[in-house]
């Protein structure tokens, strides 16, 4: 009798876990189902999604703009026509609106904000010059300029490799900071920056300027 009821709880014990794990399956295999018939559906209706998608972007809905983003993403389609480009401009939007100004850039925090955005890594190089500021003026007393960039990218921090240039005195070096002695005349100076798989660069436009005499003799006492 004893082992007839042991024999009956076992068997129903079976019968349960069989039940379940096929509902479990049936249950499994209906969802895949499901998410299969959305990304066909998607991918049918992909052009559409794209236009819906420049709409957003071109009315600066950024945060509507992303989450289709995401589906694109999702279903392998992350390089559709212009869809890395825009990636690209959004992240550096959201990059400049949450940091106050150039300066307190930071690697970290560049990091930190492209992770926030989530969206697909891209190989981009992000340059910035911290200093001097657009159009600033300088006496030659005030040399040597002090030039400082930050060159950033998802893979990694390369502002050690910035070339710096100017319109007028050509390379002026290498490096994230420099000193160096300008020319007198209007100067474009020019950031450069690699990840050794693309580049980024960023322009400024800064005055050189003889000392006036008042200066020439202040400086003299």
Do not use: C
Not at 83 to 108: A, G, M, N, T, V
Not at 119 to 142: A, L
């Amino acid at each position: 009798m004893i082992l007839a009821v042991f024999f009956f709880v076992l068997f129903n014990l079976i019968f349960k876990l069989v039940v379940d794990l096929r509902s479990e399956s049936i249950k499994e295999r209906a969802e895949l189902i499901e998410k299969d018939r959305i990304k066909q559906a998607f991918l049918a209706n992909i052009d559409n999604e794209y236009n819906n998608l420049l709409k957003l972007y071109d009315a600066k809905a950024y945060e509507k703009a992303i989450e289709i983003i995401k589906v694109f993403n999702r279903y392998d389609k992350s390089d559709y026509k212009d869809l890395p480009e825009i990636k690209k401009d959004i992240r550096l939007f959201y990059l400049k609106k949450k940091l106050e100004f150039i300066p307190k850039i930071h690697f970290d925090e560049f990091m930190k904000l492209s992770k926030d955005i989530d969206i697909e890594e891209d190989d981009s190089t992000e340059v910035f010059i911290r200093t001097p500021r657009y159009g600033q003026y300088f006496y030659t007393s005030d040399l040597p300029v002090v030039l400082e960039g930050v060159a950033l990218s998802v893979k990694g921090d390369y502002s050690d490799g910035i070339v710096w240039t100017s319109s007028i005195d050509g390379e002026l070096g290498k490096g994230k900071k420099l000193a160096v002695h300008l020319s007198v005349g209007e100067h474009q100076i020019t950031a450069t920056g690699t990840n050794n798989i693309t580049k980024g660069s960023m322009a400024i436009r800064i005055f050189i300027e003889k000392d006036p005499d008042f200066l020439k003799n202040y400086i003299k006492k």
